[in-house]
């Protein structure tokens, strides 16, 4: 069982930086797993922001790429989200989400196993 939990969320005026992570636990390591960070704004469907394919390859929602960078410390088991340029339109709750599996990429991927608990990001113009 993978559990995950994310920090790292705040309130930011616009063009400011947050860095989110996500401790991930119980992660068998004989098995490969993608990683990946979704939002969900109100009143809107989650979407998919950035996604790390167990093989290493990133991906991103085309309105981050470029701003958001995704990364592994696997020594410390956690993934990152680093946000630049924060706008008003990334206001969300951020999730971190893992599941076995590979050849994953965003808008394509939606991992049904594990989730964390969410943190909370809200930009201010």
């Known amino acids: 069982q993978v559990h995950l939990v994310e920090s790292g969320g705040g309130s930011v005026q616009a063009g400011g930086s947050l860095r989110l992570s996500c401790l991930a636990s119980?992660?068998?390591?004989?098995?490969?797993?993608?990683m990946g960070w979704f939002r969900q704004a109100p009143g809107k469907a989650r979407e998919a922001v950035a996604v790390?394919?167990?093989?290493?390859?990133?991906s991103y929602a085309d309105s981050v790429r470029g701003r958001f960078i995704i990364s592994e410390d696997a020594a410390k088991a956690t993934l990152y989200l680093q946000m630049n340029s924060l706008k008003p339109e990334d206001t969300a709750m951020y999730y971190c989400?893992?599941?076995?599996?590979?050849?994953?990429?965003?808008?394509?991927?939606?991992?049904?196993?594990?989730w964390g608990q969410g943190t909370q990001v809200t930009v201010s113009s």
């Open positions: 790390l394919d167990a093989d290493g390859p990133t």
């Open positions: 989400a893992a599941e076995v599996s590979y050849d994953c990429y965003a808008g394509s991927w939606w991992p049904n196993n594990y």
């Open positions: 119980g992660k068998n390591p004989g098995n490969t797993y993608c």
